[in-house]
């Protein structure tokens, strides 16, 4: 696979993590919103939200009440920056991120695309822990 099979704008159709355990969580809820772009020149940006997120009631971007703002991270995640692609593994390097943990890191997904052309991007994530799990997305082209 090639960064050109990836170009372009996806939207996201669905969003899960599979536990070894046999849990199967929707993290932005079922329905979720999402874009992600691969540029032909080797950039992405990902965001993903809750469906029907609330408007703040008590302020503005800035000065909303601390709950509000807490609702609004836990009710979305977005990040960019470069990538790169060997085989079917996609590297995120990313640049600016939402959660401030993932600059500077790196974000690895295998992919690969089905009969209809969608888009699955996987990761595991906390191997070897009691948490250990298999995030599934799901794209549809945009």
């Known amino acids: 696979m090639s960064a050109q099979n990836l170009a372009g704008r996806w939207e996201l159709v669905t969003f899960e993590q599979n536990y070894d355990d046999g849990?199967?969580?929707?993290?932005?809820?079922?329905?979720?919103?999402?874009?992600?772009?691969?540029?032909?020149?080797?950039?992405?940006?990902?965001?993903?939200?809750?469906?029907?997120?609330?408007?703040?009631?008590?302020?503005?971007?800035?000065?909303?009440?601390?709950?509000?703002?807490?609702?609004?991270?836990?009710?979305?995640?977005?990040y960019a920056g470069r990538y790169s692609v060997a085989d079917n593994t996609v590297t995120h390097f990313v640049d600016l991120s939402l959660f401030p943990n993932w600059i500077g890191g790196q974000q690895q997904r295998v992919f690969k695309f089905d009969d209809q052309g969608l888009l699955s991007l996987t990761a595991r994530l906390e191997e070897n822990t009691s948490e250990a799990r298999t995030a599934l997305l799901l794209w549809k082209r945009g």
């Open 23 to 78: 849990r199967r969580v929707y993290p932005m809820g079922e329905g979720p919103q999402g874009i992600i772009q691969y540029t032909e020149d080797g950039y992405m940006s990902c965001m993903i939200s809750r469906p029907n997120r609330e408007n703040f009631t008590t302020g503005g971007q800035w000065n909303a009440s601390d709950a509000e703002k807490a609702g609004a991270y836990n009710s979305m995640m977005s």
